[in-house]
């Protein structure tokens, strides 16, 4: 009774409440809690539809981790010809050394030396 109370319908059908499924007790809200999938709705719908093919169409993973020598730069998507990059040079370093990376060859953090290349992305949309 109190699960009818809260989903602001009334059983019509007496049939319902005793276990025997007729088409008014199918067409009736279910009870619980929907899952994300379930009311997911623009963009998040995307983001989540794509993720369960593999794909990640913002970079809302963690990237690929690369040598960052100059053969092997670290590969840094962008929707335009530059990027601002920051580079934590060393594992425990608390300080960000940000630059400029622009499109072409690859380009040095100005601190470590590691390498780094901006390669086009193209949004889904």
């Not at 730069?73 to 630059?99: A, M, T, Y």
């Amino acid at each position: 009774m109190a699960t009818r109370m809260i989903r602001g319908t009334e059983n019509l059908d007496p049939a319902c409440d005793k276990g025997i499924f007729t088409p008014y007790c199918l067409s009736l809200p279910r009870p619980g809690i929907p899952s994300d999938e379930e009311q997911a709705t623009g963009l998040e719908r995307k983001v989540m539809q794509a993720m369960e093919k593999g794909q990640d169409p913002y970079n809302i993973l963690q990237p690929k981790r690369y040598a960052g020598t100059k053969e092997d730069p670290n590969l840094v998507p962008s929707i335009s010809s530059k990027r601002i990059v920051g580079c934590i040079c060393e594992e425990d370093n608390s300080c960000v050394i940000w630059f400029w990376l622009h499109k072409g060859e690859p380009q040095r953090c100005p601190s470590c030396g590691a390498h780094y290349k901006l390669v086009p992305h193209h949004l889904p949309h």
